[in-house]
């Protein structure tokens, strides 16, 4: 465990625990959507973020354990392709329903016009 | 109506007008337009209520807010099932003058362009500052992405003859919708008419929240530039 904390540590720690605290009370709230299951990933994402910024090294013994050592920078930079193909394809994928969306908006919006007369 | 007029229907857009909707219309009917068009683009003030007061308007209305663009298309499409010749947008809030509608029809209806573009920046007299620099950015980014430069490519104000508006296919629903225009002339090489217009501005038109804002301006290019590469 450092003895002295950098500041993106303290800001991973106060976004972590925040996350941890909304997602506990949006469960013991019940909040639709919130499920076990939802709140066990949370745990395992921001907890896992707390540990991280608690023990660094773990970060190396886990890389040393899977065998990628050698390869840390390749896998980190295959992860953001992945997040930025991920991103890519679900803007694309608003952008589509947004033109449905108008275009159901349209053709209903054209159902009262044969009702009109000039 | 002079059998000219008749062949003429103007789309108005509006949402959240309610201050000024009705005399926008009376307006335009005041110049012997009656073939009106008017998508309420899902106003949650009384805009519908205003509307269903008038006389000869067709009124449309998206059942939510889908954007400028959406409800001129919506009124451009109804327009279009209606049998229009000559198709005039222009917006809402009063800022146009519709004494300028002849002028914009004027070389449509005499076959000599497909589209007139109405242009604030030939005199820009009256414009604010922050609006001329703000058009000009658009006009710079709209001939650098769709390769057509025209002097106000965010002007609502526009005619479009039948055969333009049969060919015209845009995919913006926002503000993004007047520069897709732009690129679809160049795309089908439409003859097109740049014809200066006289804009009003208030401050009515001028403190409206979803009226073309920096932030809205950037958004519409951000847009702009998302729908060349998605």
Redesign the interface.
Known sequence: MPTTFHLYQIIVLAVSFFMLYQGTTNFFKGKSGQTLFKLLVRYAVWGGMIVVTFFPNITFLIAKSVGIIDNINAVILTGFLLIFLMIFKLLSAIERLEQNISELTRKEALKDLPKNNL | MSDKNSRIFIVVPAYNEEAVIESVIREIQSYHY??LIV?DD?STDRTAERLSSLD?V???????N??KG?AT??GI??AK??GADVIVTLDGDGQHDPADIAKLTLPILQKRADVALGTRLINPAGMPWHKIIHNKLGNLLTWYLFGLWVTDSQSGFRAYSRQAVEKINT?G?RYEYESEVIREIYIYKLTFKEIPIRVRYTDYSMNKAQKQSFCNGVRTAGKML??LI?
């Open positions: 009656s073939n998508v899902g000869r067709i009124t449309l209305r998206h059942r939510i889908r954007g959406a298309k919506t499409e109804a099932l209606l995919r629903d998302w729908k998605a």
